[in-house]
Each structure stands twice: as C-alpha cells, then as structure tokens.
C-alpha cells in the first residue's frame, strides 16, 4: 500500500528511534523524505538506509528546531530539492529526570526550546507552504506525560501538556487551508531514551537496572512495551488522506497506560 506515493515527508529528530521508524515508515509507503537532526552522521546514515532499501529520494539535513533561522533554512531546502511538503513530523526532543528542586534555569529553557518551542517554530516556518498548496499534514509528538504527572519530570511533563495546546491552537488556523495538525501520546515505548530514563530511575532509586522497565510491562494493560512501529502507524495514519476529517486531536498510543 503506497499512501504517500508523490508525497513528501519531514521528519524532525529522524536520526535515531521514533524519528528513525517515522521516516521509515513513510519511505515504505512511497514518500520522498528529508531527515531532520543535530547528529549529522546518523542523519545521513539514516536518510542512506532508506534511498536504498524503498528506492526514494531522501535528504538530510543538520539543523536544530530551536533555532528559527535554521528551520527556515531547512524548509528552503526541502523545497528547493523535492518542491512541496506534505506532511511535516515535529518529533525532536529531549528528556532529562530532574527533581523539581535540582531543575536549573539552564536545563527548564533547554528543554522549553527543544520541547515546545521548537514544535512551535516549525509549525510556523511550514505553516505558509501548506497553505499555498491547500493541503498538508503536521503531527506533534506529545507524551502521556503532557497527560498526566510523572516523578522527576516537571519540566518534560509540562512541555508536552503545551504541545497538546499548541496543536489544538494551531488546528484551527490551519484547518481552512486544508491542513491538520494532529499530536500523538506514545506511553512507553522501547527507545534508547526509555533505556537512559531507566537506568536514571534505577539509579536513584536504588534498583537493580532494569527494574523500572519491568514494573513499567506488569502496569500497562496490554503486558508489554510499545514498539516504535506501534507508534509509527497512527503517525501514518494521521499523515494519510484516511485521516483528512481528523484535526486537533492529541491520541495516546499506550496499551491503556494511562488507564490505570
């Protein structure tokens, strides 16, 4: 099934994880995609990986989302080498697990910058090349997290609660030209940052490594972990013309996480 055949993707944070499945998943259904991320080589690598095995074009491109200038430049370069954007992945972030007394000024402004902001100065840049086209499709990675309050995570919690905001806001302004803006809410999902946030949790705590990944599995509904391919098929969902009358939703991907 190739939904996004003549389709072009750009997926922010593509290098690596959910970003990595994102822009795989596009390139599997026909896109041409433009990889978004800070780590060059993993950028290229992965932009490489999927020209060869899907037979697309792809580009890469080192650029930070915190800096509007940069996007600009990205959104001129994509355009400049494919010719339109149809879908537009505000996936880059970060996560630091910092107790709400050690949290420095630095780190809360890093975090906003990147977590927020950042989706903010992307859905902005593209916003005008979307409407000129009168169509486009923009998703914002959320978190349960912006649903719901996690120890330590004070600072990530409330980032992505505003990107949940953000995405309502920005649906309505769009929605006349015939753009969605949709979030999605992974819960936990097996990438290098639940690992790291493990052995973070583990670590204060004072648990055996891995600890909290297994209390994590026994809590979720479901009995497991989700995968980032889980993940990967609601974006494409909300990526494809199947979800054109779908705009302003936040739509958690947890096994029922969030239900307990």
């Not at 055996?208 to 969902?237: C, Q, W, Y």
Request: net charge negative.
């Amino acid at each position: 099934m190739n939904r996004f055949t003549d389709k072009v993707a750009v997926v922010t944070g593509g290098a690596q994880g959910l970003g990595e499945a994102f822009a795989t998943r596009f390139a599997a259904e026909g896109a041409c995609v433009a990889i978004v991320d800070l780590q060059c080589d993993k950028c290229e690598k992965v932009a490489a990986q999927v020209r060869e095995r899907y037979c697309v074009q792809t580009l890469a491109v080192d650029a930070s989302v915190a800096d509007p200038e940069a996007v600009q430049g990205v959104v001129a370069r994509v355009m400049a080498h494919f010719g339109r954007i149809d879908i537009w992945v505000n996936n880059a972030g970060l996560y630091r697990g910092t107790a709400m007394e050690d949290i420095s000024m630095q780190e809360w402004q890093m975090m906003i910058d990147v977590n927020y902001t950042g989706v903010f100065v992307c859905t902005k840049a593209v916003a005008p090349v979307m409407k000129r086209q009168n169509h486009g499709r923009i998703i914002n990675m959320s978190s349960i997290a912006g649903r719901t309050g996690f120890k330590n995570s004070l600072a990530y919690c409330s980032n992505k609660a505003a990107v949940i905001g953000l995405t309502r806001a920005s649906a309505m302004d769009l929605a006349p030209y015939g753009v969605t803006v949709n979030a999605v809410c992974p819960g936990t999902i097996m990438t290098d940052m639940v690992a790291r946030v493990d052995a973070e949790i583990c670590q204060h705590e004072g648990w055996p490594l891995g600890t909290h990944i297994k209390n994590k599995m026994e809590s979720i509904p479901v009995r497991r972990l989700g995968t980032v391919e889980d993940v990967a098929g609601v974006v494409a969902f909300l990526a494809s013309d199947d979800s054109a009358f779908v705009t302003g939703q936040a739509i958690e991907v947890d096994g029922g996480e969030l239900l307990i």
